[in-house]
């Protein structure tokens, strides 16, 4: 862009958004959570009859009851999709593009489009299809105490991340 006050040049402009295409990137890898809810929620949903928000929540609730034990198999899944992730990942960094899971060479597949407001009208953007990245396990434990650290401890979730973070520090690499 020109400074303030000077003209704009052919060569200072944007290019137009036509001439710009993204590349899809992977995926990023899912949470063992959503592992165990994909897995599980439309099972709940027939089973007990519910529709399918509150068989997520119903989900959620045994997801908070099984112990480490039963969220062995939906850990192991994140940690394989976590290298599923990092291997695309590197495979795209080292030559722009990756064939996924299923064999599929990504510069055969297109980039999602995003509606943007961008100019005062609604235009258009391609967005790549980014890789999620895998949650962390600090984060896990953050997701799944905060709320009973909270409500035993009578606190806001400041003061409440800042326990956990205690606790982390305190918990061995095995226990993490």
């Known amino acids: 862009m020109p400074a303030k006050g000077q003209a704009m040049t052919p060569s200072t402009k944007a290019p137009p958004q036509d001439s710009y295409v993204e590349k899809v990137k992977p995926k990023k890898g899912l949470s063992s959570y959503l592992f165990f809810t994909t897995?599980?929620?439309?099972?709940?949903?027939?089973?007990?009859?519910?529709?399918?928000?509150?068989?997520?929540?119903?989900?959620?609730?045994?997801?908070?009851?099984?112990?480490?034990?039963?969220?062995?198999?939906?850990?192991?899944?994140?940690?394989?999709?976590?290298?599923?992730?990092?291997?695309?990942?590197?495979?795209?960094?080292?030559?722009?593009?990756?064939t996924n899971k299923e064999g599929v060479c990504s510069s055969t597949l297109k980039a999602k489009v995003k509606r943007s407001k961008?100019?005062?009208?609604m235009v258009s953007v391609e967005q790549p299809v980014l890789p999620k990245r895998a949650s962390?396990?600090?984060?896990?434990?953050?997701?799944t105490q905060a709320k009973s650290i909270m409500e035993k401890n009578q606190c806001t979730m400041v003061?409440?991340?800042?326990?956990?973070?205690?606790?982390?520090?305190?918990?061995t690499e095995a226990q993490k």
Do not use: C
């Not at 034990?69 to 291997?87: C, I, S, T």
């Not at 003061?159 to 918990?171: D, H, T």
């Open 39 to 98: 897995a599980n929620v439309k099972s709940i949903a027939e089973k007990e009859n519910v529709s399918y928000p509150e068989a997520i929540k119903k989900a959620a609730a045994t997801w908070n009851g099984l112990d480490d034990k039963a969220k062995e198999p939906y850990v192991k899944m994140q940690a394989d999709d976590l290298n599923r992730f990092n291997k695309e990942m590197n495979q795209f960094n080292e030559t722009g593009f990756f």
């Open 118 to 121: 961008a100019g005062g009208g």
């Open 136 to 143: 962390h396990p600090y984060l896990f434990l953050i997701k």
């Open 159 to 171: 003061q409440a991340s800042s326990l956990l973070s205690k606790q982390w520090n305190e918990m």
